[in-house]
């Protein structure tokens, strides 16, 4: 099981990072994908997920209308697009493929990539 997280980096508040989560095909293959944050000292909290198929999203009301999910299945590979970033945002980020084409539950969870917004 394969799942690597990236795109991670250090911004400015109010800027913009793309995150990308790649795995192998045959954890990608017909599996929804979520993306999870956890900052220091806070537990791990579900950021957003995107059906296998691409049609069904689902966000966190933190970042509703600032992070799209979108996902390139020819490439095995999951988008996070972070607009509007806030101090907030900054967490470790992971992505998690579930059991099936909906979201559900993470099943495996890959390494994570270091999201850090300044003020």
């Known amino acids: 099981v394969q799942l690597q997280a990236s795109g991670g980096g250090l911004v400015q508040a109010g800027g913009s990072l793309r995150l990308s989560c790649t795995a192998s095909k045959r954890t990608f293959s017909n599996n929804a994908v979520g993306w999870f944050r956890q900052a220091p000292g806070k537990e791990r909290e579900f950021v957003s997920a995107?059906?296998?198929?691409?049609?069904?999203?689902s966000y966190a009301d933190s970042v509703k209308g600032r992070f799209t999910i979108s996902r390139d299945n020819s490439k095995n590979t999951v988008y996070l697009q972070m607009n509007s970033l806030k101090y907030e945002d900054t967490a470790v980020y992971f992505c998690?493929?579930?059991?099936?084409?909906?979201?559900?539950?993470?099943?495996?969870w890959g390494q994570g990539t270091q999201v850090t917004v300044s003020s």
């Open positions: 995107v059906s296998w198929s691409g049609d069904n999203v």
């Open positions: 998690a493929a579930a059991y099936g084409a909906m979201w559900n539950r993470p099943r495996y």
